[in-house]
């Protein structure tokens, strides 16, 4: 008895602009509709070629305003646009998620200045 090997589907289909991939399992339309049918080997391949694409931003949805966001944190080969802003904490109860760049930004500016001991 073999092992069944697990769709990527994610549940959130949304096609690209072109309509020739999820953006969700980022599966091409031929590996969507030919999944029910792959061999084993075929459906190892379409897991092969996923797992070797760049990490894919998160979409997140803004605590503060609503709007959504691409979030990189975690992913290796390029961090996320907040890593190059300046870190203040603690910006959100425990549990909270990430603010979007326009929140950011605002959490940012309206910190008071850094006691260095210089002066």
Same mark, same amino acid.
């Given at each position: 008895?073999?092992?069944?090997?697990?769709?990527?589907?994610?549940?959130?289909?949304?096609?690209?602009?072109? %309509?020739?991939?999820?953006?969700?399992? +980022? +599966?091409?339309? !031929?590996?969507?509709? %030919?999944? $029910? %049918?792959? #061999?084993?080997?075929?459906? !190892?391949?379409?897991? !092969?070629?996923?797992?070797?694409? $760049?990490?894919? =931003?998160?979409? !997140?949805?803004?605590?503060?305003? =609503?709007?959504?966001? #691409? /979030?990189?944190? %975690?992913?290796?080969?390029?961090? /996320?646009? /907040?890593?190059?802003?300046?870190? @203040?904490?603690?910006?959100?109860?425990? =549990?909270?998620?990430?603010?979007?760049?326009?929140?950011?930004?605002?959490? @940012?500016?309206?910190?008071?200045?850094?006691?260095?001991?210089? =002066?």
């Amino acid at each position: 008895m073999s092992n069944t090997i697990p769709s990527p589907c994610q549940q959130r289909c949304q096609l690209d602009d072109a %309509g020739e991939s999820c953006l969700s399992c +980022r +599966r091409t339309l !031929k590996e969507i509709a %030919g999944w $029910p %049918g792959f #061999s084993d080997f075929e459906k !190892k391949a379409v897991w !092969k070629r996923l797992l070797a694409l $760049p990490p894919q =931003g998160q979409c !997140k949805q803004c605590p503060a305003c =609503g709007d959504s966001f #691409s /979030c990189r944190a %975690g992913a290796a080969a390029e961090e /996320c646009w /907040c890593a190059r802003l300046p870190h @203040i904490m603690p910006l959100l109860p425990e =549990g909270s998620d990430c603010l979007c760049p326009a929140c950011l930004l605002q959490a @940012i500016a309206s910190q008071p200045p850094a006691a260095d001991g210089q =002066g």
